[in-house]
């Protein structure tokens, strides 16, 4: 064994994902227009959505119940549908195409091209995130601000050097990174792209609306416990956190909880079956 290739062993321990197969799927996301165009379409509308939002916010008599920093992060409501397809497809179209066949020929471990996937998917997303949550941010103070909904007249500061708004803008950048995440390991798990997103979208989705027949207060509850979407977007929340049925951070694991569910199925599937 060469000193190189020595020293390449020595600085990547057995379980760690190697550097050649992260640098092979984040060429894939970078080369391949879709992935790309899309995450910047999600940030776009995330912003587009939360200024029609903000435009549209009135309050004559300066007494309204508005939470300006949820208010402004709207859009995420369909952004992270645009998400979900990012990640969906960089898995299953794969599988579509039969690429699988020789990515899983040059990489084993299957174990760990779905771990270079997440990482490099979830990084990419959380990036176009954090652009989309601070020029929504941007936007929403701006006109909400300029139709008097400001801290003199009893609102939130619109601001991230208040504790609050920085915790939902970093939350709601973690919030589409977890959606990505769930995605990937459905895809990974069923492998076709429409049944794919057609799970990911109606578990994101369907929740609040079965959720909305149940009568029982108990019962919603537990429900909005729960579900992915509801619980996972009191992150955006900074007024009346003590209405709320789990504090913003609680509500953003039980998100984690299921794309780590997601990717771990995916995981023992992806182990188990035949490319």
């Given at each position: ?55 549209a916010t009135r ?72 652009v989309a949550v ?127 569910g997601a990717l ?12």
């Amino acid at each position: 064994m060469s000193a190189s290739s020595a020293a390449h062993h020595i600085s990547e321990p057995r379980w760690a994902v190697p550097r050649d197969v992260l640098r092979a799927e984040w060429t894939k996301v970078r080369t391949v227009a879709g992935p790309g165009w899309l995450l910047i379409g999600a940030a776009a509308l995330m912003a587009a959505v939360g200024a029609i939002t903000a435009n549209a916010t009135r309050c004559p008599g300066r007494n309204c119940q508005i939470d300006p920093a949820k208010l402004s992060l709207t859009g995420i409501y369909l952004s992270q549908a645009v998400v979900a397809i990012v990640a969906v497809t960089s898995f299953s179209g794969e599988y579509s195409t039969g690429m699988i066949r020789l990515t899983l020929a040059a990489i084993p471990r299957r174990w760990q091209v779905l771990t270079a996937k997440a990482v490099v998917t979830g990084t990419a997303t959380l990036a176009a995130g954090l652009v989309a949550v601070a020029a929504s941010l941007l936007v929403g103070r701006v006109l909400l601000y300029g139709h008097g909904i400001t801290p003199e007249h009893g609102y939130e500061a619109l601001s991230l050097g208040t504790a609050a708004v920085l915790r939902a803008a970093a939350g709601s950048a973690l919030y589409l990174m977890a959606i990505a995440l769930l995605g990937l390991g459905v895809a990974a798990a069923v492998r076709d792209s429409a049944t794919s997103i057609g799970l990911v979208l109606g578990l994101l989705y369907l929740f609040p609306i079965i959720t909305s027949f149940v009568r029982d207060p108990d019962w919603q509850r537990h429900l909005n416990q729960i579900s992915p979407m509801t619980a996972g977007l009191y992150i955006t929340a900074t007024t009346n956190l003590r209405s709320l049925p789990l504090t913003p951070w609680q509500g953003l694991g039980v998100l984690a909880a299921w794309a780590a569910g997601a990717l771990l199925a995916g995981g023992v599937l992806l182990r188990l079956r035949d490319a």
